[in-house]
Each structure stands twice: as C-alpha cells, then as structure tokens.
C-alpha cells in the first residue's frame, strides 16, 4: 500500500480489460528454452517468506514422476473428452513423450537438436510445442513440490502443461496472444480439470479442500516476482492472486469459461509500480508504525460512505470504532470473557458485547506484516466487516458470515484502486493498493488459517480457498461495479438475520 496524500487519486480502471495481442512471429517464449514455460517460473521466489508450506509429507525419491505420469493420463483422457466440445476436433495425446530431468540429464532441446541446457530450465516444468513433450525437473522441483504441497499439486502443474497442449492443437501458441494470456488460461484449464476431478469424474485422483488450500500455497511459490509488468514481460505468468483467479475461473465456470479467455476479456489486476515513485523504492509496503493509522481512517472513511449500502434497519448509523491494540502480557477483555499471556498470543476478534475491534499488537501484528502491509491490514479489515455486520442487523460469527466479512474486506480493497471511495477522504486517509498486495491478502488468509487450527478458535475458519474466493467476490464486483454492487453481492451471497451471534475472543 502507499499514500496517496497530496496528489491527484488516480482514474479507476476497469477490471474487464481487453488486452491487445501481441505478434512475435513465433510462438510464446519461453524462460531460454524456446518452450511454452510451466508453473514454476522463478527459482528466486522459493525463498519468499510469502509462501506458506501447509507442512510435509515423506515420499519416495521417484514417487513424483509416478504421480505425474497417472496424472498425464488422467488429464489427457479429460482433455479428449472435452476438446471437441471446445473446439469441435480430436484431442491427439502427446506424440513426443514424458521427460523427467535433472542437471546430469537434462531434456531434449525445444525446437532444435540435442540436449537443452539445464540452466536453462532449472526448476522448471514445461510443454514443448514443437516436440510436442511434457519435461519436468525431478531433481530439483517436482520432488519438493510433492513434499511441501502434497500429490494433487502436481496434477494441478500437468493439467497446467497440458493446457498449453490445448492451444497447440488449437493453434493459438503461434504469437498472437502474450505470454500472459496463455499462461492464464492454463492455469483456468487446471482449475476446470480440478472441477471435473471434484465432481468424480477422475478415477486417478480425488481433491480435498486441503489439496486446493495446498495448492494455494503453491501460487505464492511459483508466483511471478512483485511488479511484473504482465503486458509487456515476455515471460510473465501472473501473481499469485491473478494465477489463484484464473485457476478458480476454471474450477468453478470449467474449460467453457477457459475457452473466453481467446477473447481477451477477463478479470486481472495490472500490478506495475511508477518508477522512481516512493511505492516503488518501498516495494509497496508503508513502514510498520504507518500502516494501522492509515487502514484505520480509510476504513472509517469507507464505512462510513458505504453504510447506506448495507444498513438493514432505517435510522442506524456508523459510529467511530473503539481499538483495542493490546499487548498479550497486560491481557485482553471481551464482555466478562478475559485471556492473558499465551492465550492471548495470536488473538484478534471483534467483541460484541463491548462493541470493540481487538488484536495482539506485539506478536501477531509484526509477524503478519512481514507477509506484507495489506496482510496486516486485512487483519483490521475483517475486524471492521464484522463489526459493520452487527452495526447492520447481518447474522455474525458462522461460518457464511465469516466469508461474507471476507468479501466486504475485499470490496474495501477494491476502493483502494478505484479510489472511489479515496476521493471523498481527507488527505491523511487515502491509501493506494500497490504490486504485490494481493497476493499479501492471500497470504493473509492462509496464515490466519494456521491461528485458527493452532488455537482452536480463530478468526478463519474452514477452507482457505472459500475466504479468497469471497475477497475476489467482492474485490472484482466492485472494481468492475462499484462499491454499492460490491457490497450488494457480498450481501445476497450470505444469508442475514436481524439476530447476532456473539463473537468472542
């Protein structure tokens, strides 16, 4: 996030954007290896402290390329079944083989002779266009995904792959299209494999919640570096949160959904910073003692210019939260409800019953802010949609009411880009979203998942794909509507009751 005090707030974009093609006379490039490039693009993200590794699993040393050559089958046979209904032909399996490498063996060379050079493809898996083969780093890849993300990550990486056999065969891997553009709807064709996999239409595979919360996990490892400028990046494959969208564009609207993307028209979110500008040399964090100030007036400045969109009850109006920044040593009250030292590390609520926003300033705060500052701000966010629930009459503390406070967060997000809402703000409230900060929030949500199952009770719970499907609801509704359709939709989405339940700490 950065300021935007002092300066023009900028024109909103519209998120349904057409992207022009772009011709290089030869098919989409890959990372120095002239093939269409995988999900695992750089190897200098795996160190991100970003990427959350739900844990690990013991495998066998081989137990990868195993998985991957069942999942092959598996997503070519789904792939025969659904091209002609795409694209009205045969889906022709692949004819040049499967290629686990390493550094003393790597792949044969895409579109010439010989060996390519393993540098060259290092951790990478990818499909080969003029070869017409798939080729995985078992050394140095795939092995550490099975470990860290589980078996089903690496269906997601062929079904990923083999996307890109799709525009082979369907001919759309000859330049007309950026490398974005692919790459996106790979990881769509993914997403639809996954949905058909879901409704039991595999019989290799079966996908748990916990898989796709894995493979979120994922997205954050193998997203592109922060600020990649999607358009004109020859290599780009999409941040983490433009990859998670494209994924569950698939998984919830299948290959139909997939094919729309030959159409240049789908939901992204352009993520390049001003050079020279103070977001750019602050990589788009605020320093630590800057970011809850300003969250917090923009966010009393949201909900205050947004309340008519979702009071329930004529007369009630938004009121300033009181803040409860508390350190875990001196302890924290909700009602007649008390908790100090450990069982107050970690902790953030809303408390009904002294109408008050909570949460552990000296060890949760710092440590979700090294995820990034709008990590940190979600964790105020969603403290404020709850807050707006009960103010309005909405049903609190289930579990729908915990994903529609996710996709209010996400409407609030959104007016950070649009400025829709920045525009009626004072200087010293207005807030801008930076690169990188989606993929903070996502960040976010798995790590206050893993609060959640350490403590019990905590302020996610369930799956972490259903809370970033509900933030994306209500972020993409909003920046392509508006903040009153957002928070519209997060409503319609959720069921709501003139009761409350009580949240507690």
């Given at each position: 996030?950065?300021r935007?005090?002092?300066?023009?707030?900028a024109?909103?974009?519209?998120?349904?954007?057409?992207?022009?093609?772009?011709?290089?006379?030869?098919?989409?490039?890959?990372?120095g290896?002239?093939?269409?490039?995988?999900?695992?693009?750089?190897?200098?993200?795996?160190?991100?402290?970003?990427?959350?590794?739900?844990?690990?699993?013991?495998?066998?040393?081989?137990?990868?390329?195993a998985?991957?050559?069942?999942a092959?089958?598996?997503?070519?046979?789904?792939?025969?079944?659904?091209?002609?209904?795409?694209y009205?032909?045969?889906?022709?399996p692949?004819?040049?083989g499967?290629?686990?490498?390493g550094?003393?063996?790597?792949?044969?060379n895409?579109?010439?002779?010989?060996?390519?050079?393993?540098?060259?493809?290092?951790?990478?898996?990818?499909?080969?266009?003029a070869?017409?083969?798939?080729?995985?780093?078992?050394?140095?890849?795939?092995?550490?995904?099975?470990?860290?993300?589980?078996?089903?990550?690496?269906?997601?990486?062929?079904a990923?792959?083999?996307?890109?056999?799709?525009?082979?065969?369907?001919?759309?891997?000859d330049?007309?299209?950026?490398?974005?553009?692919?790459?996106?709807?790979a990881?769509?064709?993914?997403g639809?494999?996954?949905?058909?996999?879901?409704?039991?239409?595999?019989?290799?595979f079966?996908?748990?919640l916990?898989?796709?919360?894995?493979?979120i996990?994922?997205?954050?490892?193998?997203r592109?570096?922060?600020?990649?400028?999607?358009v004109n990046?020859?290599?780009?494959?999409?941040?983490?949160f433009?990859?998670?969208?494209?994924?569950?564009?698939?998984?919830q609207?299948g290959?139909?959904?997939?094919k729309?993307?030959?159409?240049?028209?789908?939901?992204?979110?352009?993520?390049?910073?001003d050079?020279?500008?103070?977001?750019?040399?602050?990589?788009?964090?605020?320093?630590f003692?800057?970011?809850?100030?300003?969250?917090?007036?923009?966010?009393?400045g949201?909900?205050?210019?947004?309340w008519?969109a979702?009071?329930r009850?004529a007369?009630?109006?938004?009121?300033p939260?009181?803040?409860?920044?508390?350190d875990?040593?001196?302890?924290?009250?909700c009602g007649n409800?008390?908790?100090?030292?450990?069982?107050?590390?970690?902790?953030?609520?809303?408390?009904?019953?002294?109408?008050?926003?909570?949460w552990?300033e000296?060890?949760?705060?710092?440590?979700?802010?090294?995820l990034?500052?709008?990590?940190?701000?979600?964790?105020?966010?969603?403290?404020?949609?709850?807050?707006?629930?009960?103010?309005?009459?909405?049903?609190?503390?289930?579990?729908?009411?915990?994903?529609?406070t996710?996709?209010?967060?996400?409407?609030?997000?959104?007016t950070?880009k649009?400025?829709?809402?920045?525009?009626?703000?004072?200087d010293d409230a207005k807030?801008?979203?930076?690169p990188?900060?989606l993929?903070?929030?996502?960040?976010?949500?798995?790590?206050?998942?893993?609060?959640?199952?350490?403590?019990g009770?905590?302020?996610?719970?369930?799956?972490?794909?259903?809370?970033?499907?509900?933030?994306?609801?209500?972020?993409?509704?909003?920046?392509?509507?508006?903040?009153?359709?957002?928070l519209r939709?997060?409503?319609?989405k959720?069921?709501?009751?003139?009761?409350?339940?009580?949240?507690?700490?």
């Amino acid at each position: 996030m950065t300021r935007t005090s002092g300066r023009a707030c900028a024109i909103a974009l519209a998120f349904l954007l057409v992207l022009g093609a772009c011709s290089s006379g030869g098919k989409s490039a890959a990372r120095g290896s002239g093939s269409s490039n995988s999900s695992s693009n750089d190897a200098a993200s795996t160190t991100d402290d970003n990427a959350a590794v739900p844990g690990k699993t013991t495998f066998g040393p081989d137990d990868d390329d195993a998985i991957i050559r069942k999942a092959v089958d598996d997503v070519q046979s789904f792939y025969e079944d659904q091209f002609p209904k795409l694209y009205g032909s045969d889906f022709a399996p692949l004819t040049g083989g499967l290629f686990p490498y390493g550094p003393d063996d790597p792949p044969p060379n895409c579109g010439g002779p010989g060996k390519s050079d393993y540098k060259q493809v290092a951790q990478n898996a990818f499909y080969c266009p003029a070869g017409d083969f798939m080729a995985w780093d078992t050394v140095n890849l795939t092995n550490d995904l099975l470990d860290n993300f589980g078996p089903y990550t690496l269906a997601i990486v062929v079904a990923h792959e083999l996307g890109h056999a799709i525009q082979a065969r369907h001919g759309i891997l000859d330049g007309r299209f950026i490398t974005f553009v692919t790459e996106q709807q790979a990881d769509c064709f993914a997403g639809a494999y996954t949905q058909h996999v879901q409704q039991g239409g595999s019989k290799a595979f079966k996908v748990t919640l916990t898989d796709l919360d894995n493979a979120i996990g994922g997205f954050l490892l193998i997203r592109d570096p922060v600020g990649t400028d999607t358009v004109n990046d020859t290599a780009a494959h999409g941040s983490a949160f433009q990859r998670i969208n494209a994924f569950e564009d698939g998984l919830q609207g299948g290959t139909a959904k997939c094919k729309t993307y030959e159409d240049q028209t789908f939901n992204f979110v352009p993520e390049v910073f001003d050079p020279g500008s103070v977001d750019f040399a602050q990589q788009g964090n605020l320093p630590f003692d800057e970011v809850e100030p300003l969250v917090i007036k923009n966010l009393e400045g949201f909900w205050t210019t947004a309340w008519n969109a979702v009071k329930r009850q004529a007369g009630t109006k938004w009121t300033p939260a009181t803040i409860n920044a508390f350190d875990p040593a001196q302890g924290v009250t909700c009602g007649n409800d008390t908790k100090k030292g450990n069982d107050a590390v970690g902790v953030a609520f809303y408390c009904v019953q002294d109408d008050t926003l909570n949460w552990d300033e000296k060890k949760l705060m710092p440590a979700v802010y090294k995820l990034g500052d709008l990590a940190e701000a979600v964790i105020v966010a969603n403290e404020y949609s709850e807050r707006a629930q009960n103010l309005a009459g909405l049903t609190i503390g289930t579990p729908d009411a915990r994903l529609q406070t996710d996709c209010f967060t996400g409407v609030w997000v959104a007016t950070t880009k649009t400025d829709e809402v920045n525009n009626k703000l004072p200087d010293d409230a207005k807030l801008q979203l930076s690169p990188g900060d989606l993929d903070e929030a996502v960040s976010a949500f798995l790590e206050l998942s893993k609060l959640s199952a350490q403590q019990g009770s905590g302020a996610v719970e369930g799956s972490v794909l259903l809370h970033v499907d509900a933030f994306r609801t209500g972020f993409f509704e909003t920046f392509n509507n508006g903040f009153a359709s957002g928070l519209r939709s997060c409503i319609n989405k959720s069921p709501s009751a003139s009761s409350s339940s009580s949240s507690s700490n």
